[in-house]
């Protein structure tokens, strides 16, 4: 984990899980590096959190792998779920609901599945196709601590693979691509 900058309560906090996705931002807002994971994502933005100063709104930007053909492009996420959770064997066994999707934008953005797998097997991604559009590794426990902490949060997702077979090298060749535009979006935004 590493906050690089200020936070402040006047400007959202951009939240990168890793330097390659981050490395074309400015450094006219504060941005945490949290590691690559749900757990490194949450236990970093909880941290920040709970150390001070919070921000108007939590923005998670990163890559994400397209689960059908034809993603591409940046994209602002409207719900995220997690791909990794068993939710009905959780909610037999206690009767409690765990893991429930959360609305983290409107209109009709993709759904993101976050899950702690890297998903490069194509069935992998076809069984996650049937419920969401992209995946990633830390939206959900971005989009978890910022509601719990009651801040607005975005999730802005930039395709840079297929998930499926050659995912990891496709993910290493587009990466730097892919920080240009999360940071030409970031720009765009006007801060």
């Given at each position: 984990m590493r906050l690089l900058g200020?936070?402040?309560?006047?400007?959202?906090?951009l939240v990168v899980a890793v330097r390659e996705e981050a490395a074309y931002l400015d450094d006219?807002?504060?941005v945490l590096l949290t590691g690559i994971g749900k757990i490194?994502?949450?236990?970093a933005l909880a941290t920040v959190?709970?150390?001070?100063?919070?921000?108007?709104?939590?923005?998670?930007?990163?890559t994400a792998g397209a689960l059908r053909p034809g993603w591409e492009g940046t994209h602002h996420v409207t719900q995220v779920i997690q791909h990794d959770l068993d939710s009905p064997a959780l909610l037999a066994l206690t009767g409690r609901s765990y893991?429930?999707?959360?609305?983290?934008?409107r209109g009709d953005g993709p759904v993101l599945a976050t899950g702690d797998l890297f998903v490069s097997d194509p069935a992998a991604r076809d069984r996650l196709a049937e419920h969401a559009d992209l995946v990633d590794m830390e939206g959900y426990a971005v989009a978890t601590v910022a509601h719990r902490a009651g801040l607005p949060v975005r999730l802005i997702k930039h395709v840079s693979d297929e998930a499926g077979?050659?995912?990891a090298h496709s993910w290493r060749e587009s990466v730097d691509d892919c920080a240009?535009?999360?940071?030409?979006?970031?720009?765009?935004?006007?801060?």
């Open positions: 200020t936070i402040a309560p006047d400007r959202p906090l006219r807002l504060p490194n994502a949450a236990a959190l709970a150390q001070g100063e919070k921000p108007d709104e939590v923005i998670n930007l990163g893991g429930a999707p959360l609305i983290v934008g077979d050659g995912a240009r535009h999360l940071a030409h979006w970031v720009a765009a935004q006007g801060w």
